[in-house]
């Protein structure tokens, strides 16, 4: 009667995506968006856009808290990015972490706590509107943080590497499965890539729902 196909059941949506990437950050807030509308199971998984790039080194950040100011070991900020279709920020993209393989490790880590949406919210938002680094421990640690995670628990991982291979597998098996781009969505045995429109997602996802 309102014109969306009845659906028969949860909708499982596997998204790879790079925190770094502009239509990553619009299409992954188009699934939330949907998410209020259909019954989604979003799985979100680590694809690196810079897979060679020089990893964070997590411990020597973590020593030079003991000489930086405490305004300069809170914050982790630089100036904000420009908003999406605006002009560039004051401080370009290049200054910032190239690797994004820490992120996605504490991504992995939420996710293992029940929080990897909540923990994805907040860290991109930190890195889109804030304008932090997203190699920073000092960004990880605010996000973890605010949604309720606990740093005392998630710090020795990350120090560790415990995460690590995880990511780095993961975004192996992406490659493998020939996912060349981000964001990709696997939906009902479909693959989706690149700049996929709102509408486009939301057909895609009532096809899906129907055909179960």
Known sequence: MNGIPELSGNISVTVW???????????LA???????????????????????????????????TETAS???????RRPPLAPLGAQPAAEPFSSRSLSTVLVHEA????????????????????????????????TLRRSAIKIGLDWSVMWPALESGHYRARVMEE?????????????????????????????ALRAALEEAGSDR
């Not at 790079?18 to 299409?27: F, I, K, N, T, V």
């Not at 405490?70 to 982790?76: D, I, K, M, R, T």
């Not at 880590?109 to 190699?135: I, M, P, Q, T």
Request: glycine letters at 12%; aromatic letters at 10%; proline letters at 6%.
């Open 17 to 27: 995506f790079d925190y770094s990437c502009p239509h990553c950050h619009r299409g």
């Open 30 to 64: 188009w699934l939330d968006t949907l998410s209020g509308e259909l019954p989604l199971t979003i799985d979100r998984r680590p694809y690196l856009l810079r897979p060679d790039a020089p990893l964070n080194t997590v411990l020597a950040q973590e020593r030079a």
């Open 70 to 76: 405490p305004s300069q070991a809170e914050s982790g």
């Open 107 to 138: 991504t992995a880590f939420a996710k293992d706590h029940g929080k990897d949406r909540e923990f994805y919210l907040e860290v991109s938002g930190e890195y889109w509107r804030g304008g932090a680094d997203l190699g920073s421990i000092f």
């Open 171 to 199: 975004h192996r098996v992406a490659v493998e499965r020939g996912v060349k781009g981000v964001p990709s969505y696997l939906i009902a045995g479909k693959m989706y890539t690149g700049g996929v429109g709102l509408d």
